[in-house]
């Protein structure tokens, strides 16, 4: 559906985390009202509409996806299966029911718990501002199959981890620099560059807002089962000490986090 210039300016002053919920919502209303084109009258009807039920819309925890599940060729693992599993255990922790129980006054979509999966460090679902951010990774390795100096890691490595050295020049993986992105294993011709460590990253407590704050990531490399070891362990942390419906990042200490990353060293 085609959108007015005014009416598109109007949308993305909406908050990004309910942007395009918003943006559907007024589409399908324009829609039903037998429009081709919003307008800023049609943004205005709906957005109040909108936040006059947004209470009974909000459900106590959100789940962000990037664009991989949609093909894309960036991925260094698939989090689908992930994402089911993650989805059926904050339904099972009832989060809305305990917003209900520790927020005065309505609930709004601030107060919801929030999950992004990226499939690729490119993290597109912006995990780094979210309570608890998963991002796919995929770490190179060294084989013994000869290099044939194509230089094909080299160009797909964006943060120049790779260099060729030696002679006969092999390939040297700057792991401080590496972002386990698995691009340079998928251009390596000859299987010199192997798959290591296939799993996810996961950092904790980012958040926006008034005092804005990046995740910090924990030390190591999961796997699927070790990711929803450290989601439940951090949604019991925030059940236990959360008063108010605060965000997770304002209740996670440095201490606390020094504390889970030690529980889970990988």
Not at 21 to 49: C, F, H, N, P, Y
Not at 222 to 239: D, N, T, W
Request: with cysteine; net charge positive; glycine share 8%.
């Amino acid at each position: 559906m085609k959108w007015s210039p005014e009416a598109d300016e109007a949308i993305r002053k909406v908050p990004f985390f309910v942007r395009k919920r918003v943006r559907s919502r007024v589409e399908a209303d324009a829609a039903r009202a037998g429009k081709k084109t919003v307008t800023l009258a049609d943004v205005k009807t709906t957005q109040a509409r909108y936040l006059s039920s947004m209470a009974s819309e909000i459900k106590g925890y959100q789940i962000e996806t990037c664009f991989g599940p949609g093909g894309c060729p960036n991925r260094a693992i698939a989090s689908d299966g992930l994402l089911e599993s993650i989805e059926a255990l904050m339904k099972k922790e009832d989060l809305l029911g305990f917003l209900r129980e520790r927020v005065k006054g309505d609930l709004k979509f601030h107060h919801e718990f929030r999950i992004a999966l990226a499939d690729c460090p490119n993290a597109c679902s912006q995990p780094q501002i979210k309570d608890i951010g998963i991002i796919g990774a995929s770490t190179p390795r060294l084989t013994e199959e000869p290099c044939s100096q194509c230089e094909a890691c080299l160009e797909a490595c964006r943060e120049n981890a790779i260099a060729l050295e030696g002679d006969p020049q092999y390939p040297r993986i700057d792991f401080s620099r590496c972002l386990n992105c698995g691009q340079c294993i998928q251009v390596c011709p000859t299987g010199t560059l192997a798959e290591g460590t296939r799993g996810f990253r996961v950092q904790l407590g980012g958040k926006l807002g008034r005092h804005p704050r990046l995740a910090r990531e924990l030390p190591a490399i999961y796997s699927q089962q070790q990711v929803l070891q450290i989601v439940a362990a951090c949604l019991r942390f925030y059940k236990q000490h959360s008063r108010h419906g605060e965000r997770f990042g304002q209740i996670l200490s440095s201490t606390d986090f020094k504390a889970l990353a030690e529980r889970f060293p990988g």
